[in-house]
């Protein structure tokens, strides 16, 4: 098992970046499949992006593709999400998430960050 902690959530204008930090510890971290997913109120949870174990693939849900991008540092433990140009609609909990393989399902969970953007 892994624990995760996020930060670097915040309120933001539309338009504006947030970079979101995921903190991994525990087992041993680079063999891990990393994901991050976000909950809207009132909405179920939703994948948003997750990259291979080496970073050398990534994965992107339609709705963010060309402003988002996840990536990693083995070294630090660090997992990160970039957003730029947000939108109201990306107003939501952000969460982290590993699985030990592409095949395997999501699950450890880190707390979550607040994202919150302004129109």
């Known amino acids: 098992q892994v624990q995760l902690v996020e930060s670097g959530g915040g309120l933001v204008q539309a338009g504006g970046s947030l970079r979101l930090s995921c903190a991994a510890s525990?087992?041993?971290?680079?063999?891990?499949?990393m994901g991050w997913f976000r909950q809207a109120p009132g909405k179920e949870r939703e994948f948003v992006a997750r990259?291979?174990?080496?970073?050398?693939?990534?994965y992107y849900a339609d709705s963010v593709k060309g402003r988002f991008t996840i990536s990693r540092d083995n070294a630090k433990n660090m997992v990160y999400l970039q957003m730029n140009s947000l939108k109201p609609e990306d107003t939501a909990i952000y969460y982290c998430?590993?699985?030990?393989?592409?095949?395997?399902?999501?699950?450890?969970w880190g707390q979550g960050t607040q994202v919150t953007v302004s129109s």
């Open positions: 525990g087992r041993t971290f680079s063999p891990y499949h």
């Open positions: 990259i291979s174990e080496s970073g050398g693939s990534t």
């Open positions: 998430a590993a699985r030990q393989s592409y095949y395997s399902v999501w699950r450890d």
